[in-house]
């Protein structure tokens, strides 16, 4: 229900600045994920919209109204943590409903969200249960849904799946997909170090970098037109390829990024590249071919399906025109054209 903006805004422990001067607007209802480096600033920049910090210069506005010295209650924020933070000695029921009861709510009233929140989550049939009879996964929807009941106008989300097994991820990812969904006007700001998460969860991606911005956009802006190698190399897994030296000097960049799906192998002396094969995962939807091209790095090919290429093949790689990804000395996209193209 909030629009979010922050002007300027740093956070310094001591001598070290961890916050270097964000600006950046989160609208009503939007879906952010923060990512970048573990230290770049993710958690604290959370926790100075929560008021669990107070920021040291700069400006923070909840729909226009300054929130700098409001207290964290008063903001209409609710935080999931990574680690669930239950009360152990209190029911699903009691902890869900705990911040109401603080609050002085009518136990009608208390009851009616709860419920609401347990079959939105699907918990309904745990309420009466302690924290330690319900499964990892069940725990934290409890904690997601201890968040609903307080009806904020600003979710806060910090790695919140990361300790849940693979299968949990995705079914838990789902659910809040779908609470996304059903409380279209709530503020969700969302950190994780998963790509998946971030690519299908996000309406925009923010990524940080050494406690300041470094892009912000769609997933699909920042996956196709990254602004910088660190942007390009960051979203994406496998990682995007790099290459420099001569096999970028042709193409007019110091550095030449491509995708692994972007990389064809084609019949032998019709590519660009020629390599050898030197590992192979296979990961039964896809694989990958580490191939040797003498640069740096091996070059990451991504092939769908089955493929047969043992190791040691000698291999021609085409990359797909007009995917290619071209950087300068500092890191920036090349703009001007090819004289070629
Ligand atoms: N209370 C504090 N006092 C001093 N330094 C701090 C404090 N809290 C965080 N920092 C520093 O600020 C930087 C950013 O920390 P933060 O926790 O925001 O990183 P993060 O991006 O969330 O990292 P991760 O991905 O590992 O969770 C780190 O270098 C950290 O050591
Ligand atoms: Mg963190």
Request: glycine share 10%; proline share 5%.
């Amino acid at each position: 229900m909030a629009n979010i903006q922050l002007r300027n805004v740093t956070k310094t422990y001591g001598a070290v600045t961890v916050i270097k001067g964000i600006d950046l607007e989160i609208r009503r209802g939007e879906f952010m994920v923060f990512v970048g480096p573990s230290g770049c600033g993710k958690s604290t920049l959370l926790r100075l919209i929560s008021g669990l910090e107070s920021i040291s210069t700069g400006d923070m506005y909840f729909d226009g109204e300054l929130m700098n010295n409001v207290m964290p209650s008063k903001r209409g924020i609710a935080m999931v943590f990574q680690s669930y933070a239950l009360y152990p000695h209190m029911t699903v029921y009691d902890n869900m409903a705990f911040g109401m009861k603080l609050g002085g709510s009518s136990k009608s009233e208390m009851e009616a969200r709860v419920r609401r929140a347990a079959s939105m989550l699907q918990i309904d049939h745990l309420l009466d249960r302690l924290p330690k009879q319900l499964s990892g996964g069940q725990r934290q929807r409890v904690a997601i849904g201890r968040a609903i009941v307080r009806d904020p106008r600003v979710f806060l989300f910090d790695e919140p799946l990361s300790n849940l097994d693979a299968a949990l991820r995705v079914q838990t990812r789902l659910e809040i997909a779908k609470l996304h969904h059903e409380m279209r006007d709530v503020t969700m700001i969302y950190v994780t170090h998963d790509q998946v998460e971030a690519m299908t969860l996000a309406d925009r991606i923010c990524v940080l970098r050494d406690g300041l911005v470094e892009q912000v956009g769609t997933p699909t802006e920042l996956y196709d037109h990254p602004n910088s190698i660190f942007v390009a190399g960051f979203i994406g897994s496998p990682k995007m390829n790099f290459l420099d030296g001569q096999f970028a000097a042709p193409h007019g960049c110091a550095t030449l990024g491509i995708r692994s799906e972007h990389i064809d192998i084609v019949p032998q002396g019709a590519g660009l590249w020629t390599g050898t094969v030197i590992h192979a995962e296979d990961l039964g939807s896809d694989n990958y071919l580490f191939v040797d091209l003498g640069a740096k790095e091996p070059v990451i090919v991504r092939q769908p399906g089955k493929v047969a290429i043992p190791e040691g093949s000698t291999v021609s790689l085409m990359p797909r025109a007009g995917l290619l990804h071209r950087f300068d000395e500092s890191g920036r996209p090349v703009q001007a054209p090819l004289a070629a193209e």
